[in-house]
């Protein structure tokens, strides 16, 4: 397997198919809400195996050196494989070779475990997001 950083018009296609999947069909999430004003600038990386992509995650520049992980999604028959950890992995070094001092993002609850063994810490209340409860996180990279 390997784990490629690719834009927008590059990725939108194998990301997009991975996302559908876990978030509109498995998940729930009004299609509408799946795609936004975020993606087209994202840096989105992709885990492919034997040329599928099987999973996908973005890093969003919030400003600030801030960045924001998002639409981390691993197709149903991979997870527990640590595909996630290495999309995850991979999105945490791009964030610190640009040079960002801290990353957020919006936990599903039932993956604050998953993020937190990778330093992730949750902050504040949890909250509906897309009829999903989530939690805020962050990871500080340097001060």
Same mark, same amino acid.
């Given at each position: &397997? @390997?784990?490629? +950083?690719?834009?927008?018009?590059?990725?939108?296609?194998?990301?997009?198919?991975?996302? #559908?999947? /876990?978030?509109?069909?498995?998940?729930?999430?009004?299609?509408?809400?799946?795609? *936004?004003?975020? *993606?087209?600038? !994202? !840096?989105?990386?992709?885990?492919?195996?034997?040329? =599928?992509?099987? %999973?996908?995650? =973005?890093?969003?520049?919030?400003?600030?050196?801030?960045a924001?992980?998002? =639409? &981390?999604?691993?197709?149903?028959?991979?997870?527990?494989? %640590?595909?996630?950890? #290495? /999309?995850? @992995? &991979?999105? +945490?070094?791009?964030?610190?070779s640009? @040079?960002?001092?801290?990353?957020?993002?919006?936990?599903?609850?039932?993956? $604050?475990?998953?993020? @937190?063994?990778? %330093?992730?810490?949750?902050?504040?209340?949890?909250?509906?997001? !897309?009829? +999903?409860?989530?939690?805020? &996180? $962050?990871l500080?990279?340097?001060?």
């Amino acid at each position: &397997m @390997e784990i490629l +950083i690719k834009p927008w018009k590059e990725a939108e296609l194998e990301a997009f198919l991975v996302r #559908q999947e /876990v978030f509109i069909r498995e998940q729930g999430v009004p299609a509408e809400l799946e795609l *936004d004003k975020f *993606d087209p600038s !994202a !840096a989105h990386a992709l885990a492919n195996l034997n040329g =599928r992509c099987i %999973g996908t995650g =973005r890093l969003v520049d919030l400003g600030n050196r801030q960045a924001q992980i998002g =639409r &981390m999604a691993v197709l149903a028959q991979f997870r527990n494989q %640590g595909v996630g950890r #290495q /999309v995850l @992995e &991979m999105l +945490i070094d791009l964030a610190k070779s640009q @040079e960002f001092e801290s990353i957020v993002l919006h936990s599903q609850v039932s993956a $604050i475990p998953f993020y @937190e063994k990778l %330093g992730f810490q949750a902050q504040g209340p949890t909250y509906d997001e !897309a009829g +999903i409860a989530h939690r805020n &996180m $962050i990871l500080v990279l340097s001060k």
